[in-house]
């Protein structure tokens, strides 16, 4: 069984940093991300940042402050947040691929595992 696991999430000052986990059990993918469901938004996940092989994308809002990253030895997806502010505060989740385009990264409808999300708030 494939398996997708966050943690890392908890309540942060505006301005702190935070760093996500996402452990990866049962294969390997071709293809990572983070997506985000915010307050008033709870109906569909906003790509947030992937990773493949041979690239990383970000979302505008986090580019810059946020990086995507991945240990192999640790079968573990990461997502290192700076200055975080109160429009970041929303439940993180991870996702992976078998495959993927350039064109489909940034749609939740593409990654076909998931996890179950931790909630990341941000106080002002």
């Known amino acids: 069984q494939v398996h997708l696991v966050e943690s890392g999430g908890g309540l942060v000052q505006a301005g702190g940093s935070l760093t996500l986990s996402c452990a990866v059990s049962?294969?390997?993918?071709?293809?990572y991300g983070w997506f985000r469901r915010t307050p008033g938004k709870e109906q569909q996940r906003e790509f947030v940042a992937a990773l493949t092989k041979t690239n990383t994308y970000y979302t505008d809002s986090v580019k810059g402050r946020f990086t995507i990253s991945k240990d192999d030895a640790k079968s573990t997806l990461y997502l290192r947040m700076n200055s975080l502010n109160p429009e970041d505060t929303a439940r993180y989740y991870c996702?992976?691929?078998?495959?993927?385009?350039?064109?489909?990264?940034?749609?939740?409808?593409?990654?076909?595992?998931w996890g179950q999300g931790t909630q990341v708030t941000i106080s002002s």
């Open positions: 996702a992976a691929d078998q495959a993927y385009t350039a064109n489909f990264y940034n749609r939740e409808g593409f990654y076909d595992y």
């Open positions: 049962g294969r390997t993918f071709e293809i």
